[in-house]
């Protein structure tokens, strides 16, 4: 858990241990990225949700399912964003951006 | 379940938010709906009677959900209703230009043993965005009937009806296309049904609990550990094994749509700008955004001011004071209480009920425009960032605005939250902005008390309310509420016209609800504080001044050891500017008298005039606003913790205030 390392990701001032963490585990895999990165008017497809049970199914059932595909609306580095999943324009908080594992297409 | 032989036949409205069910369901019900809550829960329930084609037809309106997990009450209530009632039919509303996602509800309900129709709504605004949807091809790859809809112009609703009766009478003809599962999970799914086969008590269907099984869904799994626990070990092995199988089971539900929609469905290659594109850029904007809702607030605020305050004037000048001095007149013959008690008790409380009807019709109309044209979930967007840190998020802050209004409406427009904690921090923290009512009193007062200082004083005691509301916030988060953080995530509907219907419905609605429960309450606390402060005619007499006599002591740290003071600050409770009226007959002079706000100025020091300011804007809830309290949250606990947590606020920062003033000046 306490990952005391500095981030070496771009631009992140703010140390979160989570948002390394799942960073450190993603940088092995190509192209694979968090939603909270991606900026305004990039298309990805979701790979995978973290967090528990209630949020995941959540998502799942507002069209977050693996594979779908998912437009960046609104991001500006901070704050909440706005995407667009299966023709319905979702507004997330970051803490919920953090936990989408995306592929840049 | 022979259907014909029933008297009237019950359908079930369903549909995820957003998609113009509350407008079907206005459109279809008018006024003649029954809004209550459901059994046991806060979460409004409706309910409508009307005759179609000669039948009885009761239309229930189930909550807006996403899906039929067992995620949030509305969720477990729509489910319930649907396996427990069994209605006749189901009829689920979707929205054409989010047809997919729309669908995945479709996708749910089919499971159940329930016959379903779709009302395929907003097909205008779907057109919009250059996507057309082939109704007779969808009905023809679901199996169920597809009717479409502009509900907002009372299109097809009467075609709509007409297939539910179909539907009702005819249920063998229903044989829908189900959705199915992913190959590597079917032999699991039959193994769970083969071990739940015969052993789950009716109603509930078999073959979906197994389902809810592989899904993980808890209430089902408590269910069968109940009631079957032969095979809940087996059971449980099996679901162990396949944790994740939910995930998998919605991403087959939608490649199950995709495969329903591909031929009925007709969309733009390229994405169009559209109307909701361009207006977002600007009202989504972390900065034009904000200017955009303060210009909207400040012309709610203009409204009101303009409408409603005219109209108060109005009832008060030709309704309320010829009541009163009619029955004055009328009653000569009898003892003084008897016109006391009907003039200062009862007209007086009716007086009150009556002024929060203009303000509270202006607030609830401009809630239900902005919510039907899909402005408020913005708003709660563009707020976001600042309500974060006390644990709430951006639909929190659109009723604590109003509560600038009144806090009346405030507390009742906590209902657009959907989880419940931050719903009730924010029910909570409503009194802590200051209403107009409190605001009215600091008008009147500061000037007499600082001179030229009394606008930054005013200003000073508003930051202050802001200030003690986001301390008060983020303390209740922490300790009460554990910090724990709800997940944002927020729909933002298309833009689009509103139905008027709707609006003027839903004004209705909330204005008589509030007639209705706190009407009743404000005239009996009214008669009651008539009773205690001048049954022989004489406030300074009453119990109400002994009270305020008593209270001297505590008043004393406050600097206000002036029994009068402390009297009209209780008298507050029954309306925030009832301080105003009640010091006028303390210090024998009318209320509109000039010389009164200088009169109450000279017997306080100015350290006790700016904590009895203080202590004014912070002090324990108007009578209607408990009402709402109480009826929001259904709890008496909440009430008294915001009783007790009002009271301790404003006298810590009374004390606090006049001590630290003293010492400075």
């Given at each position: ?29 190509q ?6 990165e ?9 790979r ?33 964003m ?11 908080g ?12 | 379940?022979?259907p ?58 189930l ?8 995620n ?84 097809g ?24 599962i992913?190959p590597d ?12 086969a ?18 993980g ?27 994740d ?56 605020f ?134 107009t ?18 606008a ?17 916030g ?42 209705r ?21 004489d ?21 206000l050891?002036?029994?009068r ?7 507050s ?65 909440w ?27």
């Amino acid at each position: 858990m306490m990952t005391s390392e500095k981030t070496t990701h771009r631009g992140h001032q703010r140390s979160r241990h989570r948002h390394d963490r799942l960073n450190k585990e993603l940088s092995e895999g190509q192209g694979l990225k968090l939603l909270d990165e991606i900026p305004p008017g990039e298309c990805i497809i979701v790979r995978k949700l973290y967090g528990g049970k209630d949020f995941t199914s959540r998502m799942a059932a507002l069209g977050f399912t693996m594979g779908a595909e998912v437009k960046v609306v609104q991001n500006f580095g901070h704050g909440p964003m706005i995407v667009t999943v299966r023709d319905t324009r979702v507004a997330l908080g970051r803490g919920q951006a953090i936990k989408i594992q995306v592929e840049v297409i | 379940m022979n259907p014909i032989a029933k008297e009237s036949i019950t359908v079930a409205l369903a549909g995820q938010p957003n998609v113009g069910k509350s407008t079907v369901f206005n459109m279809l019900t008018g006024l003649s709906q029954h809004v209550g809550n459901w059994p046991g829960k806060t979460v409004e329930q409706k309910t409508g009677e009307f005759i179609q084609n000669g039948r009885k037809v009761r239309l229930v309106d189930l909550p807006g959900t996403y899906s039929l997990t067992a995620n949030s009450e509305e969720e477990r209530i729509a489910r319930d209703f649907i396996i427990h009632e069994g209605p006749d039919v189901i009829i689920v509303i979707v929205n054409a230009s989010a047809l997919e996602r729309n669908l995945y509800l479709l996708s749910e309900l089919l499971i159940l043993p329930v016959p379903v129709l779709v009302g395929l709504n907003m097909t205008d605004v779907a057109s919009q965005q250059g996507i057309h949807v082939e109704a007779h091809v969808l009905e023809a790859a679901l199996g169920a009937p597809v009717v479409p809809l502009v509900a907002t112009k009372n299109q097809g609703l009467r075609q709509l009806m007409e297939s539910a009766l179909r539907l009702a009478e005819n249920p063998l003809a229903y044989n829908p296309n189900r959705p199915d599962i992913r190959p590597d999970h079917q032999p699991i799914l039959a193994a769970l049904q083969d071990l739940v086969a015969g052993k789950i008590p009716p109603p509930y269907p078999e073959d979906w609990v197994a389902f809810k099984l592989l899904e993980g869904d808890a209430e089902i799994t408590a269910l069968v550990r109940q009631k079957a626990p032969e095979v809940w070990d087996q059971v449980h092995g099996l679901i162990l094994q396949h944790e994740d199988a939910y995930l998998d089971i919605a991403g087959g539900r939608y490649e199950w749509i995709g495969r329903m929609v591909r031929a009925a469905i007709d969309r733009p290659r390229t994405g169009v700008i559209t109307m909701t594109d361009r207006l977002d850029r600007i009202v989504t904007h972390p900065f034009w955004g904000v200017l955009v809702l303060i210009g909207i607030f400040a012309l709610v605020f203009w409204l009101t001011y303009a409408l409603a305050l005219p109209v108060v004037d109005w009832l008060d000048a030709y309704f309320i004071s010829p009541l009163a001095k009619g029955t004055e007149i009328l009653f000569r013959w009898a003892p003084t209480w008897v016109s006391g008690l009907l003039v200062d008790g009862l007209i007086a409380g009716a007086g009150t009920v009556l002024t929060f009807i203009p303000i509270l019709a202006i607030f609830f109309g401009a809630l239900g425009l902005l919510e039907e044209t899909g402005y408020l979930p913005r708003c709660a967007y563009v707020m976001d960032r600042f309500m974060h840190w006390m644990g709430l998020h951006g639909s929190s802050f659109f009723p604590l605005f109003l509560g600038f209004g009144c806090n009346v409406p405030a507390v009742m427009g906590t209902r657009i939250i959907g989880d419940r904690r931050a719903r009730i921090l924010t029910i909570l923290l409503a009194p802590l902005i200051p209403c107009t009512g409190r605001l009215a009193v600091v008008a009147f007062l500061a000037p007499a008390f600082f001179g030229q200082r009394a606008a930054l004083v005013t200003w000073g005691l508003v930051t202050g309310n802001l200030l003690i509301l986001a301390i008060t916030g983020i303390l209740i988060h922490r300790i009460i509420f554990k910090g724990m953080q709800t997940a944002f995530i927020m729909e933002l509907p298309l833009y689009h016209i509103p139905s008027l219907r709707s609006i003027f419905i839903f004004i209705w609605q909330n204005t008589w609800a509030f007639v209705r429960k706190a009407g009743t309450i404000i005239l009996l606390v009214s008669m009651a504080v008539w009773a205690l402060s001048s049954p022989g005619g004489d406030v300074s007499n009453s119990p109400l001044a002994a009270l305020g006599g008593w209270l001297e002591p505590v008043g004393r740290l406050m600097g206000l050891d002036d029994w009068r003071v402390i009297t009209a600050l209780l008298s507050s409770f029954l309306a925030k500017e009832n301080t105003i009226a009640v010091l006028g007959v303390l210090f024998g002079m009318g209320e509109d008298s000039i010389g009164l706000a200088g009169q109450v100025a000279k017997t306080l020091t100015p350290a006790a005039a700016l904590s009895f300011l203080v202590v004014q804007m912070l002090f324990i809830p108007c009578a209607a606003t408990m009402v709402v309290i109480r009826q929001e949250t259904r709890q008496w606990k909440w009430l008294a913790f915001s009783l007790v947590l009002m009271l301790l606020i404003s006298l810590g920062a009374g004390v606090a205030v006049y001590q630290l003033t003293r010492l400075v000046f």
